[in-house]
């Protein structure tokens, strides 16, 4: 019987160094090591360090008399008078009623911001007609625009509405013109070379490019829907938080006062919160030093 030998085949150049293998079929490949200039890892629950710092500064302040009661009341009047706010109702009533003039005027200042901000930044007619006036608006304080909504809507809810929806939209607009202008012109000619519809480049290119500006402003334009509502609630209103804390500036009764702070600081902070974990969501394909 014969035996055949066969020569080993010689392996072919590949270009790629012994550690440039891809991972094997399940397992994870590593992770790229930590940049020694970006700000470092994550801290476990770090956005409550600040808070709690505060908390701890005026708890002692006024446990040692440092901060007088009649300038701040103590921490712990403001739990008993939170408490007392809530068993009459008088705190979830006045808060839902907050909740829902934010959430109307918020969402139809955000749209208003993106369709705007679509509309000026993909056309020139659009910039000319559309940023003009915007820009004038930025100028202009919301709050100055008050006497002038009270006359043209009156004292109700819908003068109320169209101030935070106007305070709202301005940062939408800017920061999605901004990211929509600052497009890769490379993208547009690779869409244009692709034959892309106007509705494709939309959809693959304009709106990715344009959602780290989006959510910056809508980070900011979610604050300001909550302090731009502490102002219109105290023109003329008879309910919301801004009302009762208006009420008891009248009788001097800080307690309260420091009840509604806390609760604008709650909604503010959660709002925040919660457009931060879409971001994340949304923009997971980036790759940053914050991740």
């Keep these: 019987m014969t035996l055949t030998m066969h020569r080993p085949a010689t392996a072919r150049p590949t270009g790629r160094t012994p550690g440039d293998e891809a991972p094997a079929a399940g397992r994870l490949a590593p992770r790229p090591a930590r ?30 008399g440092l901060i007088d009661p009649r300038t701040l009341s103590a921490p712990w009047t403001v739990v008993t008078t939170a408490g007392e706010l809530i068993a009459d109702g ?6 839902w009623i907050s909740v829902q003039r934010a ?4 969402a139809l200042g ?17 910039e000319a007609l559309i940023d003009g006036p915007v820009q004038i ?9 008050i006497p002038l909504a009270i006359v043209w809507f009156g004292i109700g809810e819908q003068m109320k509405i169209l101030l935070i929806a106007l305070a ?6 800017i920061n999605t013109f901004s990211a929509l202008r600052g497009l890769d012109a490379r993208h547009v000619e690779l869409a244009e070379s692709l034959r892309l519809s106007r509705v494709g480049f939309l959809r693959h290119v304009a709106v990715p490019g344009a959602l780290p500006g989006f959510f910056s402003g809508l980070r900011l334009a979610v604050t300001i829907a909550w302090t731009s509502l502490v102002v219109v609630e105290q023109v003329n209103a008879s309910s919301g938080i801004g009302f009762l804390m208006y009420q008891a500036r009248n009788y001097g009764l800080t307690d309260v006062i420091i009840v509604g702070l806390v609760v604008y600081a709650i909604l503010g ?16 394909w980036r790759t940053t030093i914050a991740n």
Excluded: C
Excluded at 46 to 61: H, K, N, S
């Design 137 to 145: 608006k930025r100028s202009i304080p919301t709050l100055a625009l």
């Design 90 to 95: 008088r705190l979830q009533s006045n808060l």
């Design 269 to 284: 902070t959660t709002s925040d919160l919660l457009v931060r974990l879409l971001e994340r969501k949304a923009l997971s």
């Design 110 to 126: 955000v749209v208003l911001g993106v369709v705007l901000a679509t509309l000026a930044g993909l056309t020139r007619i659009g």
């Design 168 to 173: 709202v939209f301005v940062p939408v607009y």
């Design 103 to 106: 959430l109307v005027g918020g």
């Design 35 to 64: 940049s020694r200039l970006g700000p470092g890892a994550p801290i476990r629950f770090g956005l409550a360090i600040g808070p709690l710092v505060l908390l701890a500064i005026w708890t002692v302040g006024s446990a040692t």
